[in-house]
């Protein structure tokens, strides 16, 4: 099943750029791969909805698999999250309209909550491919802050021009390095004895999310309910 299901999305790929994530490119698909329809859809209940999501979930594979293969640890870890996102576009670059229509797809309403989904779980997985161990709010902090940083990435690439992306990693290293000062101003403010107290109680309240497998129960990729 997974043979068939990968050579049904290689084979939606050419479509993809002339009628996006769509009915007819799936259609498209199936007749180029010579598959029963019946089949197909029991392996993409959602059609074209689920190629996209399949297609968006492969380049996130990729991006793990050279993030294992390289090595990192001569960079700072500000350059190692910066290369999460620099590879994970990279390995959507062959296929950069595909990427451009999956954003169209997953701008609209009714699909929203799915792309949603996807730019976390892409941010997850360059957090657990780096070795966090992070615990309870910065947990949830993290991925939330990189799920940021990627999808404005995400959206300054599709229309960068330059060579060799050179204005997309510039603005990439920007993006992180205001979520570095993020970071430096609220270890000043828990340093600081007036502010820290203004804080309390909303630090208190994050302290009670858990991550993953530490009783907090969520739907968002990466999480595994617990009772």
């Known amino acids: 099943m997974e043979d068939l299901k990968t050579k049904i999305l290689d084979a939606s790929l050419p479509h993809v750029a002339f009628d996006g994530w769509s009915k007819e490119t799936f259609d498209a698909a199936i007749e180029d791969c010579d598959i029963d ?8 209940p959602r059609g074209a909805l689920d190629l996209a999501i399949a297609f968006h979930k492969r ?3 990729q991006m793990v698999a050279r993030l294992k293969s390289e090595n990192l640890m001569s960079m700072r870890f500000r350059d190692r ?6 590879y994970r576009l990279e390995a959507a670059a062959v296929d950069k309209e595909a990427v451009r229509r999956g954003s169209a797809l997953f701008a609209l309403p009714t699909n929203a909550a799915e792309g949603a989904k996807l ?7 360059i957090w657990t491919a780096l070795g ?11 991925r939330t802050i990189l799920s940021a940083v990627y999808g404005a990435t995400v959206l300054f690439w599709l229309g960068d021009e330059s060579e060799d992306n050179a204005a997309t990693w510039e ?6 390095d205001n979520v570095m000062q993020f970071e430096k101003v ?4 828990n340093a600081n004895p007036v502010a820290s107290k203004l804080m309390a109680g909303p630090n208190w309240l994050l302290s009670q999310l858990k991550a993953p497998g530490s009783g907090f ?7 595994t309910n617990s009772k």
């Open 37 to 44: 329809p019946g089949l197909a859809k029991s392996i993409y």
């Open 186 to 189: 609220k270890a000043q403010v």
């Open 132 to 142: 966090d161990q992070s615990k309870d709010h910065n947990w949830y902090t993290k």
């Open 119 to 125: 730019i976390w779980g892409t941010a997850d997985a």
């Open 217 to 223: 129960v969520s739907d968002l990729p990466g999480h």
């Open 171 to 176: 603005f990439l290293d920007r993006r992180i």
């Open 81 to 86: 999250i910066a290369a999460g996102v620099r």
């Open 59 to 61: 380049g996130d594979a």
